[in-house]
């Protein structure tokens, strides 16, 4: 039987599935629940100065008959005292010490409210600390989340704060919103960050009520951008983990987040260079019981596959990732060609697309001729 127990950056769990911060974390009955169900870790929905939250706050985007193809929520951090909060991490802990459990935090950027916040954080016990500088509204109008992640030199001077103070792994989650996510992951790297997650939510608007002309999840008639994630995201999520986890600068451990519901999408991010997993949406959509499939699909596919443990499997496909100018076109050209598809001097960009398209369409395989000759 394979084994998936985990040691990410020092914090050891059970099996590499982790709640993400979010609605399920938010409580101490929750985690417990999940816990029991066989999630092996979670990240604490991220506690900070209490806020409050507003009504309406998520909205959806449906695919055909598929509900809730993409997520969006305009949530904030907690709206529970920073008090409860840590009580119950320290309960979690205390009733299973084998389990990852990891505060996610956000306070203002002071180095003094960092470093209070860290110091009361590590009392609880938890086994490490992920600091929220993804959150892409809200906190970041107040100069939080992603107003500190979106900047290198912020992201770099609030970690080197966090690590003057903590005994503790520091995560470090990023943002998806930036024009390159490297230069934030080398900067929370150059702070001294333990490991990187990724990602938080894409700033987005669901969808517009075309009788009112609200903009959804409406509040009161209006609403803002929310953060974007579920089963569309993922392969952006791929991508952003696939470009940090192949940066030589970048050497720490990645836990993967975005669009995570079944054990396959799990196994690709592994594949990619993850080494926990962390899921929101499909838990608030499917519930914890997710978690046994997740279990059963990886491990069974690792046994016929022969995989003994996740560090088997961990990056294998990063080397296959490249340039699109170092990757060959010339196998497709050729095969392509000698099917009568495309023209010799062009390869694929001349392809005589229609028919090639249809002709495709209609091969079992579901692989579409674009796919066979993407690099
Ligand atoms: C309703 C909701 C609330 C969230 N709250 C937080 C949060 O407090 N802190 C945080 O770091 N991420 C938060 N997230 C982001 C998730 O942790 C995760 O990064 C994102 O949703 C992508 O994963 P998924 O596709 O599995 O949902 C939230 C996501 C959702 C849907």
Redesign the pocket.
Known sequence: MADLRTNFAGIKSPNPFWL????PTNTYGQVAKAFDQGWGGAVW??IGEPIINVFSR?GSVDLGQNRMMG?N?I?L??DRPIAENLKEIAEVKRNYPKHAVIA?LMVESKREAWHTMVKQTEDTGADGI?L?F??PHGMSERGMGSAVGQVPDYTCQIVEWVKEVATIPVIV?LTPNVTDITYIARAAVKGGADALSL???INSIVGIDLTTFEPQPSVAGKSSHG?Y??PA?KPIALHLVSAVAGDPSVKIPISG????ATWRDAAEFIALGAGTL?????V?HYGFRIVEDLIDGLSNWMDERGHRSLADIRGRALPRVTKWTNASSVSCVGRHARMGRIKRSGGCRVTTAGRSWRSSRKRASGVTFAQRCAP
């Open positions: 993400a911060s979010g609605p929905k991220t998520y997520f929520n949530e951090i907690t996610s992920e929220n993804g959150c989650k990602i938080n939510t953060g994630c579920g995201v987040i975005g669009g995570i962390q899921v929101c949406t499909a608030m």
